[in-house]
């Protein structure tokens, strides 16, 4: 009889520990892992950093600072997204989406210019803008609108202004559209006079007049279609647009987006 309740609660002892292994119960799980096996998935954000105070680098630093980064690290902290930055031509951001060499747009990309929309999924308005006319200090140009045939205009290539100014070359409006990669070039083919304008976003010509006021100033009123700039992803994925979504009307609703304009003097338009 004694051997008999032996085998019963040995019988007892391993059913209770094969319920509790199945279950999974008591054990302390290691912390969650991705699906490739790898710790948290590295988002890379593409953009090109001379479009201060949206994006750009300072006296040779690596780091690119700007509106963009703050909100970006805001929302990947709100929804638990690990960021890098990767830097390329304005141009090859939606290739790069395309091909999978990004995971996220953040460029001041007007998500309603061309046929962007067809390439990319863009994400909720982040800031709108138009487009300004930057001359020299000395000019007495007055507008978009006063150019003259053999005038020469710069703009960075890929954009709207870009665009534009090709555009205006192809219909005679001015001798040649300068565009160039950087918009730091531009400004120095502004500076240098090998160029009579840049067309660039207002809030990124007002940065470079608050600092360059002495040698170059606007001409005229905003002109173009508003603009709204907003990040993207590659086309179908709407899981990781949603959370990008999500982490934007968080930063509205708690005041942190309004303070991060504030940091880099932006004002909503
Ligand atoms: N907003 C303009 C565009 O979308 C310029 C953007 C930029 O140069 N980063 O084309």
């Excluded at 509790?20 to 593409?46: F, M």
Aim: glycine fraction near 10%.
């Amino acid at each position: 009889m004694k051997n008999f309740k032996k085998y019963l609660a040995l019988i007892l002892g391993a059913a209770m520990i094969f319920a509790l292994a199945a279950c999974g119960g008591g054990s302390s799980e290691e912390p969650a892992e991705t699906e490739s096996g790898g710790d948290a998935e590295v988002l890379k954000v593409v953009t090109e950093p001379t479009f201060a105070p949206f994006e750009f680098t300072e006296d040779g630093n690596e780091e690119i600072v700007g509106f963009d980064p703050d909100m970006m690290a805001a929302i990947a902290e709100d929804q638990g997204l690990t960021l890098e930055w990767v830097t390329m031509e304005f141009d090859s951001l939606i290739p790069a989406l395309q091909s999978d060499q990004g995971d996220i747009i953040c460029a001041g990309m007007n998500k309603l210019a061309g046929d962007r929309a067809d390439k990319v999924d863009f994400g909720e308005t982040y800031f709108t803008s138009n487009l300004m006319l930057l001359v020299s200090s000395d000019s007495d140009l007055s507008g978009i609108d006063a150019v003259t045939p053999d005038m020469k205009l710069a703009s960075q290539i890929g954009t709207t202004g870009g665009d534009m100014v090709q555009a205006m070359q192809e219909e005679g409006k001015i001798a040649e559209g300068v565009v160039l990669n950087q918009w730091t070039d531009c400004y120095l083919q502004l500076k240098n006079g090998e160029v009579q304008g840049v067309i660039v976003d207002k809030p990124v010509g007002t940065e470079y007049l608050s600092e360059h006021s002495d040698i170059a100033k606007f001409a005229g009123e905003g002109f173009g279609d508003t603009e709204e700039f907003a990040f993207a992803v590659k086309k179908g994925n709407t899981e990781l647009l949603d959370k990008l979504n999500t982490g934007l009307a968080n930063l509205k609703a708690n005041g942190k987006y309004d303070e991060l304009l504030t940091k880099w003097k932006l004002s909503a338009e």
